[in-house]
T-cell receptor
Framework: LAKTTQPISMDSYEGQEVNITCSHNNIATNDYITWYQQFPSQGPRFIIQGYKTKVTNEVASLFIPADRKSSTLSLPRVSLSDTAVYYC???????????FGGGTRVLVKP | DVKVTQSSRYLVKRTGEKVFLECVQD?????MFWYRQDPGLGLRLIYF???????EKGDIPEGYSVSREKKERFSLILESASTNQTSMYLC??????????FGSGTQLSVL
């Protein structure tokens, strides 16, 4: 199973870039990496997904090195509303057991 | 807009009661999941289903069962609720290798 490991928490300030790294040493060849954001009392919502190198959308960027054993979610110029828990998930190519890691609690300060 | 609907936002039950948590999705997804979330413990997978009448145990299935009689509906059953099952329960659905869509969650209190 591709178990993931993330930092428990990170603090940042408005306008800064936040980078969260997730370790997934046992990732299989055809697995994808997906990141979710969760606010209190809500279900997680999808942010970004990638397989290798770099993916960028209107919300974030995802950097995946060649060995794919880790990935880094980058949130540019965070605001107070980006305070949330961020989860990485290895989306299995085979089988459907989608297991989350502990998540990273990001606190954005004014 | 895609939707995963959980039947109750808040639920209060007594110890020993049989509890049903219902989840319905309108996206024709084959995969559905039940997670529980407790402070500091992240999302833990209870059960999942990849097709009608099919189910697989997740990481913490003890004390729970599930039912998937129709593709759009996935039910989580607590056969005899206990206080340590007080938690937030989240349902999700997806197609293979696509993003998960989550419901809003059910906060269950077992007294």
């Amino acid at each position: 199973l591709a178990k993931t490991t993330q930092p428990i928490s990170m603090d940042s300030y408005e306008g800064q870039e936040v980078n969260i790294t997730c370790s997934h040493n046992n990732i299989a060849t055809n697995d994808y990496i997906t990141w979710y954001q969760q606010f209190p009392s809500q279900g997680p919502r999808f942010i970004i997904q990638g397989y290798k190198t770099k993916v960028t959308n209107e919300v974030a960027s995802l950097f995946i090195p060649a060995d794919r054993k880790s990935s880094t979610l980058s949130l540019p110029r965070v605001s107070l509303s980006d305070t949330a828990v961020y989860y990485c998930l290895v989306n299995k190519a085979a089988g459907n057991k989608l297991t989350f890691g502990g998540g990273t609690r990001v606190l954005v300060k004014p | 807009d895609v939707k995963v609907t959980q039947s109750s936002r808040y639920l209060v039950k007594r110890t020993g009661e049989k509890v049903f948590l219902e989840c319905v999705q309108d996206m024709d997804h084959e995969n559905m999941f039940w997670y529980r979330q407790d402070p500091g413990l992240g999302l833990r997978l209870i059960y999942f289903s990849y097709d009608v009448k099919m189910k697989e145990k997740g990481d913490i299935p003890e004390g729970y069962s599930v039912s998937r009689e129709k593709k759009e509906r996935f039910s989580l059953i607590l056969e005899s609720a206990s206080t340590n099952q007080t938690s937030m329960y989240l349902c999700a659905s997806t197609t293979q290798r696509e993003k998960l869509f989550f419901g809003s969650g059910t906060q269950l209190s077992v007294l």
